[in-house]
Structures are given as C-alpha cells and as structure tokens.
C-alpha cells in the first residue's frame, strides 16, 4: 500500500484533469455513440499522439507550445479526412476509421523504432502520466475546456459536419496528452454506453456520475495498491458505469417517465 502517494499535491491535479476530460467528453461520446463512428475518438487520438511524437523527434520540449500546435494541428488534419470519410465513404466509414488508426499507430512505432526511450514514449502515449500532471498544465486546458463546452450546448445545432470533427478534435487534443489514449476512450465511449437509450437530462447525469466517480475512486485506489492510475481508472469507470446500471435502471425508468 502507498498512502503516502494520496497527497492533495499529486491527486489534487490529477483529479481536475480528470474532470475536464469528463466534462467535454461524456457530451461528445454521447453524440459519437449516436453516430455510430465509435472508433473515431482511439483514430484521432493516436493521430494527435503521432504529432506529439514527431515534435519531440525534432527535439522540441514535451510541453512546449510547438508540440501543442503539432498536436493539434495533426489532430485537425486527423478530424478533416474522417469528415470526408463520412461523406463519401459513409457505409464503410467505421472500417476507414480502424485503417486510420492502425496507420497512425504504426507510423509513431516506426519513428519511435531507433529510440531508446521509444517505448516508454509510447507507453506514456497509450496509459497516458495523470499523476504528473501539474496546476500550470491544467490552466489552457480549463480554459479550452469552456469553450468547447460553450460551442457545444449552445451552438451545436448549427454544426455542420466538419464543425463536429473540428470541435472532437480540440477535445482529444487537449485531453491526450494528459491521460493518454486509453482513458480518452474509456472518457468517451463507457459513460455514452452508460447513458444510452436515455433521455438527454438523464443521460448527462449518468454520463458525468460514471466519469466523476470513475476517476475519482479510480485515482484514490491506484494510489493504495500503487498501480498505474491510467489502467485502474478504466477499469473503475467500467465498473462503476455496471453498478450504476444495475442499482439505479429502475428509479431513472421511473424518472422519465415523470
């Protein structure tokens, strides 16, 4: 056991950078889950990793604001083509998709295949490092945090589709890099299965109840056994998005109804 490691200082961050996935993420796994384009969050967020890993080859700082527009900058390229996709490929769209992100997975493997932290770089990449995220960190992202949130429940009807691919690709930009890939997707997909079938009030509060208490408890019990965070909190949010289902199906049936 590691109580030591559940100081306000390491878990403090940490969990605000959880909720900040949440709070963009449950409303756009939502939409994603609707569409039918489940796959799209892992493509584009292995593509902005693939910019992130071309900027530090270049020997740019992990954090820099070069790597950042290399991030997002992929990402948006990343959002672009998928949009294409949907419109001239739509009956195939989800199989494009999977070739997209098994494209972009590969190309980080073979820049990273003569480094010799390379697959720490991806590891990083995949399980992400929340622990070490700092308040400093947290700053753009709150900020853009609010404006995606703004541009999505108050102007979402005007989207057309490119503009759903744009704004997806500045939540998994922002959110990549501080919880990796694996938690993007648990974020996005595991509070939309959730919450589905529901009406949309409903389905919001399932949705952040999953993805608040996921990472909070996820957090709290990878500091105890000393795992890493990234793994554990998938798994809390899985399980807790079961027990939710389980203990709550019949009173939020009821709660619809009234």
């Known amino acids: 056991m590691n109580i030591d490691g559940m100081t306000l200082s390491i878990l403090g961050p940490a969990f605000i950078a959880g909720l900040l996935v949440v ?58 083509i998928l949009s294409l996709m949907e419109k001239f490929w739509g009956s195939i769209q989800e199989a494009l998709i999977g070739v997209t992100f098994i494209l972009s997975a590969t190309a980080s493997i073979l820049l990273l295949a003569n480094n010799p932290q390379g697959g720490e770089h991806l590891k990083e990449l995949l399980i992400g490092q929340i622990l070490w995220v700092t308040w400093e960190q947290l700053i753009p992202i709150a900020l853009m945090t609010i404006v995606i949130l703004i541009a999505w429940f108050k102007f979402r009807q005007h989207f057309s589709r490119m503009g759903f691919y744009l704004l997806f690709a500045l939540a998994i930009t922002s959110s990549v890099q501080l919880v990796g890939v694996y938690l993007v997707f648990a974020s996005l997909i595991i509070p939309a299965l959730a919450s589905n079938n529901y009406k949309a009030k409903a389905a919001l509060i399932i949705g952040y109840s999953v993805g608040i208490l996921g990472y909070g408890l996820g957090l709290m019990f990878s500091s105890i ?22 203990l709550f199906r019949k009173s939020i049936i009821r709660y619809q109804k009234a």
Do not use: Y
Request: hydrophobic letters at 60%; charged letters at 10%; aromatic letters at 6%.
């Open 23 to 80: 709070a963009t993420h449950v409303p756009l796994g939502q939409e994603v889950l609707k569409r039918g384009i489940i796959f799209i969050d892992l493509a584009i967020a292995q593509i902005a990793g693939l910019g992130v890993i071309l900027a530090s080859q270049l020997g740019w700082q992990a954090h820099g604001w070069e790597v950042q527009l290399a991030a997002l900058t992929s990402a948006l390229i990343g959002a672009w």
């Open 225 to 246: 056994i000393d795992l890493p965070s990234g793994a554990v909190i998938v798994w809390s949010i899985t399980i807790i998005a079961l027990i939710i289902q389980m």
